[in-house]
């Protein structure tokens, strides 16, 4: 019955924000016309269709904000004005009651928050579509900040996921032309982010291992800081950090204020986020500006704060370097290059002419050129290159998808910061060093060095492994089958041979013959 009454309030909703009309208008049918035309009445809707869908997603509650957080990051798959719409939907969720998060927190840990620290503040500083966050001071003085999971949730958003899996095959039957948008796909990838989200633990863990690698022993200390995880005030509703003092990235008259050089603080911000994508793989996926802070205290002034971990990106040395070798040739304009990794990546459909794929590829870059290095957006030329390959239906990955989102709001901070900011002198030339490390000898010897601890585990078991392998009468059955139809093709090429090399001394002999009876 729940769920029937919210099916009829969804209903509701988006009558009132006419998506109806959205899902008419996507429709090429005469019939879909006429209807569009008595949705209508008409009249054209008073305002754009992004706009009255982040509005719905606000009023239908946390989840489907949630919903159209991530929805905004598909840029590959929905129009670019909706996205860019989508993309102003904030965490700004009226906060749950104090007194329910102090029985979540006493729930998740065995104690009330009056017991387990020495002050804990009642009202949250920040309340999102899945948490709230409260300040607290422990009892050995060291200030946290505590993570509380909102009550409820999983249940909610179950109620909601099924709802959203039904209107997504909806959609697909009605409306053919927004297949290629895959809705059932994006509401998948949705219950993945949410139920990852979910899991304060999981987001604890990712926290930690960033702040592992940009501890004091990388080298890169001085670039950003990350708060640490007290692990026994953590739960998987409940997750409890070391409190991060800042000003936000957004506030630049603060920062200089402050005494902050701005200019190095875009280049900075640009500079960690290439070194977390290509020296780490590991990257911070939800950097805007609410998510960054930068340290105002002596000891630390201008390094970056990084807070809320609950999506990062992960990539494989494969997507690294398909990645690093697309920038380096779009720099170098080199568009065949960059045709060729998209077809060595897989991805592009066999068959697919790779003449063709670099023209549009070059259609899609050359314009480019003609602008100011500084008012070229790495970011918009990545997305450019992901909506050419669709079509030649490529099936890009959700991670390459998830750093475009990344990239666009790290140069959007940057040039926010820095409007002179010029992101390929920055990135150009840590792609080269990265790609000289790669594939020279310093990068060979380091791959050597990672993998020659498992070489000496394995190389004295090999003679026993391979002797007790081939000693085994009732293996490999398959090489036996293959061995012995060698030995009968080799047979059959020797009596090949013989009746062949017979013949040629027959035809020799007869030959002498007859040469000697002239």
């Not at 929905?78 to 719409?85: F, G, H, S």
């Amino acid at each position: 019955m729940l769920t029937l009454l919210r099916f009829v309030r969804i209903v509701l909703i988006s009558l009132r924000y006419r998506l109806d009309e959205l899902v008419l208008s996507s429709i090429k049918h005469p019939v879909a016309h006429c209807l569009l035309r008595v949705v209508r009445l008409g009249r054209p809707p008073r305002m754009d269709r992004g706009v009255r869908l982040r509005l719905a997603l606000e009023a239908l509650g946390p989840i489907f904000v949630k919903f159209g957080q991530v929805l905004s990051t598909r840029r590959d798959l929905i129009p670019l004005d909706v996205a860019t719409e989508l993309a102003l939907l904030q965490d700004r969720v009226p906060p749950f009651p104090s007194d329910q998060a102090a029985a979540c927190v006493k729930a998740a840990l065995g104690a009330s928050p009056h017991q387990l620290f020495r002050h804990f503040e009642v009202d949250p500083v920040a309340s999102a579509s899945i948490a709230q966050v409260h300040f607290a001071v422990m009892h050995d003085g060291r200030d946290v900040a505590v993570k509380v999971l909102r009550p409820g949730m999983l249940g909610i958003i179950e109620k909601d996921l099924t709802l959203l899996r039904v209107l997504a095959s909806v959609i697909e039957r009605i409306a053919p032309d927004t297949r290629r948008l895959k809705p059932r796909e994006v509401v998948a990838e949705f219950n993945k982010y949410l139920h990852d989200e979910l899991d304060l633990v999981r987001e604890a863990a990712n926290c930690s291992q960033l702040r592992r690698n940009f501890g004091p022993h990388t080298g890169r200390g001085h670039l950003l800081m990350v708060p640490e995880v007290v692990w026994e005030l953590t739960t998987s509703t409940v997750f409890t950090m070391e409190r991060m003092r800042g000003i936000p990235i957004s506030h630049v008259d603060s920062l200089r204020a402050a005494g902050i050089n701005i200019s190095n603080l875009a280049r900075t911000g640009v500079e960690i986020f290439f070194t977390q994508v290509f020296a780490d793989g590991f990257f911070h996926a939800d950097m805007h500006p609410g998510n960054i802070f930068v340290s105002d205290a002596p000891e630390t002034l201008g390094r970056y704060i990084a807070l809320d971990f609950g999506i990062v990106g992960s990539l494989s040395e494969h997507d690294k370097n398909y990645l690093a070798q697309n920038f380096l040739a779009f720099f170098r304009r080199d568009y065949r290059r960059v045709a060729q990794l998209h077809i060595e990546s897989g991805w592009v459909p066999a068959g697919t002419r790779e003449e063709e794929l670099e023209g549009a590829v070059r259609a899609v870059c050359e314009p480019y050129f003609d602008r100011p290095l500084a008012e070229i957006s790495l970011g918009q030329v990545l997305l450019r290159l992901f909506q050419t390959s669709r079509r030649f239906n490529v099936e890009i990955q959700p991670q390459l998808v998830l750093l475009q989102k990344t990239l666009l709001n790290v140069e959007g901070m940057g040039r926010d910061l820095d409007p002179s900011l010029d992101l390929w002198q920055t990135a150009k030339p840590f792609l080269e060093k990265w790609m000289r490390e790669r594939v020279g000898l310093a990068g060979l010897r380091q791959r050597l060095d990672k993998e020659a601890a498992q070489w000496v585990q394995i190389l004295p078991q090999l003679p026993r492994l391979v002797h007790s392998t081939l000693a085994r009468t009732d293996s490999m059955p398959q090489i036996r089958a293959e061995v012995e139809r060698l030995r009968r093709a080799q047979e059959q090429t020797n009596r090949l041979l013989m009746v062949f090399a017979a013949t040629v001394a027959v035809a020799i002999g007869v030959a002498i013959w007859a040469l000697a009876g002239q």
